[in-house]
Nanobody
Framework: DVQLQASGGGLVQEGGSLRLSCAASGFTFDDYTIAWFRQAPGKEREGVSC????????YYSDSVKGRFTISSDNAKNTVYLQMNSLKPEDTAVYFC???????????????????WGQGTLVTVSS
């Protein structure tokens, strides 16, 4: 079974940092695209960043570009989201999602993704 396990959320002050992890199992890691989404109360789910595990191309939304970095450790089947210079508006539940994409196609459209992990809550206090 495909499983995605997100972790690393917590409470941090404005300007602080957190690193989220998405541990994957049950599929050929290198053939997938993995993304991070977030959803704040009362708001739609937003695609934050994604990475193709076949060619390591990445994408960032404008709201996080320059502050967040997505990376992968293929040996550990884990994708990370390093979040720096956090702002209160980054407060949300963060989800990781995966889609079989051996040709390196990426997307931040939620319905494109096949598998979802449970969320991890990030709270940034001002």
């Amino acid at each position: 079974d495909v499983q995605l396990q997100a972790s690393g959320g917590g409470l941090v002050q404005e300007g602080g940092s957190l690193r989220l992890s998405c541990a994957a199992s049950g599929f050929t890691f290198d053939d997938y695209t993995i993304a991070w989404f977030r959803q704040a109360p009362g708001k739609e789910r937003e695609g934050v960043s994604c990475i193709s595990l076949s060619d390591h191309s990445t994408y960032y939304s404008d709201s996080v570009k320059g502050r967040f970095t997505i990376s992968s450790d293929n040996a550990k089947n884990t994708v990370y989201l390093q979040m720096n210079s956090l702002k209160p508006e980054d407060t949300a539940v963060y989800f990781c999602a995966a889609k079989n994409s051996p040709t390196g196609v990426t997307s931040t459209t939620a319905r494109w993704y096949q598998y979802w992990g449970q969320g991890t809550l990030v709270t940034v206090s001002s």
